[in-house]
């Protein structure tokens, strides 16, 4: 019985290799932009309601998120990672793309407190 429950403790002692926690950052960063951009487009959806104006800018908030998706995408390619190829490529890789979803977040927040005033 004993040698049965080693196995799982031994498993989650040693955890997941490094590679594959290297995304878990980036994943909850983005995340949390995907539940502030959903937010944003609700808030400018109610300000065009009060101001009787048609989309009041969610045409416009769609276009601006997927050139910053493309930006974003292209800023933390490979090309422009200085560990490319090495055994750290993976953690820069999700450093940038992290950091530059914690931003776009923030300043989707700030558009959504805009749209509310």
Known sequence: MRRYLL???ILIAQ??????????PYRTADAAMNVQYRATV?????RAARAGRGDGGQAALLAAQRAWLRYRDAE??????PFQGGSAEPMA????????TRQRTERLRFAQEDADR
């Open 15 to 24: 955890g997941l290799p490094a590679a594959a926690q290297a995304d878990i």
């Open 42 to 46: 609700a808030a400018v959806k109610r």
């Open 7 to 9: 196995i799982p403790i």
């Open 76 to 81: 933390c390619a490979p090309a422009n990672n």
């Open 93 to 100: 890789a999700d450093q940038c793309l992290s950091a530059l």
